[in-house]
Each structure stands twice: as C-alpha cells, then as structure tokens.
C-alpha cells in the first residue's frame, strides 16, 4: 500500500472572535489558489488514489475537496480520527479498514500528521522529527497493512515542488 499524508493548505489564524469553533476555520483565498496549483502537481506524481479520507475539520475538508477537484482523486471521506491531537495509535487503528487498498490519502493537521507518519516510519510517534509544510504530502509505502514502524520513506514533497510539478508535462 501506498499512504499519501497530505497536510491542509494554508488556513486563516486563528481567531476565537470570528472562529468560535476552531473546527470551522477555512483556508485563506490565497491557501486555496497555491493548494489548487500543488494539487494538479500531486496528480502528476499520483494519478489516482483508492480511498481519500479526510478530518471534518474545514480546511482539511476544503483541502480533500481541492484534490478531488484538481487531482481528479474521489470524493473525500470524513475520518474523525485526524482531527487534531488524536493519537496515532488511534489513527493506524482506524486506518486498518482500509488495509487491502493499493493506495490511501490522508488529509489532516499537525501535530497528528506527523506523530502518524513518524509513528509509521519508526514505530514511536516520538520518534523522529518530521516537518511537512502547510500544502506538502509524504508518501510512505507498506508491504501489507500500515503499522506502526512498518513504513518505507518514499518522499517527502513541500507545497513549492507540487507546484513546480503542475508545469511538467
């Protein structure tokens, strides 16, 4: 399997005076347009995914939504366990429903997205530090069903080099 952990697009800061509910924060216009620029990268390096699941949270929604828009991925799917500050045990454990796909995106936030990727790459979500940008996508490889320590580092893309990529055809 092919795990693809996309991080949301840049969003607006937060503010609890128009954001109340930190859940409900969108992107930024300009966040938006670099996202939908990097998407149709992505879907240069990655024609198509299996399953694309997403936090409900609404940038990280907005951001599922752009791949599928851009990248021509399938609609996203709401996956409540990358909401932000699950824990990676707990997403893994979700993720295992999906185990006999070829490949997967997930579509989330920081710190989650990382602690997952590391947890996956070494076994101890602490493990390593890993930095992906607002916008950037690791893709991490298996040779059966994710699990924790079990990953493959295949790369590591920022928002810049997606972007770069729409232009190489």
Do not use: N
């Not at 693809?4 to 697009?9: F, G, K, T």
């Not at 969108?26 to 024609?47: H, N």
């Not at 996956?120 to 602490?126: E, H, K, M, S, V």
């Not at 490889?141 to 810049?160: S, Y």
């Amino acid at each position: 399997m092919y795990l693809y952990l996309v991080r949301h697009a840049v969003a607006h800061k937060r503010d609890a005076d128009r954001w109340p509910d930190d859940s409900k924060r969108p992107l930024t216009p300009e966040g938006e347009e670099d996202f939908m620029e990097a998407a149709r990268g992505l879907a240069q390096i990655v024609p198509e995914v299996d399953i694309l699941l997403s936090s409900p949270y609404e940038r990280a929604w907005r951001t599922a939504e752009i791949l599928t828009q851009q990248a021509g991925w399938p609609a996203p799917q709401e996956f409540p366990a990358l909401e932000p500050d699950v824990a990676p045990e707990k997403a893994v454990l979700a993720l295992q429903t999906y185990a006999d796909s070829q490949s997967v995106a997930l579509v989330g936030h920081r710190p989650c997205l990382h602690e997952i990727a590391v947890y996956l790459l070494t076994g101890d979500a602490g493990g390593a530090d890993m930095k992906l940008k607002k916008g950037g996508v690791v893709c991490i490889e298996f040779d059966d069903a994710p699990e924790a320590g079990a990953g493959k580092l295949r790369w590591l893309f920022t928002p810049k080099v997606l972007r770069l990529s729409a232009f190489s055809d």
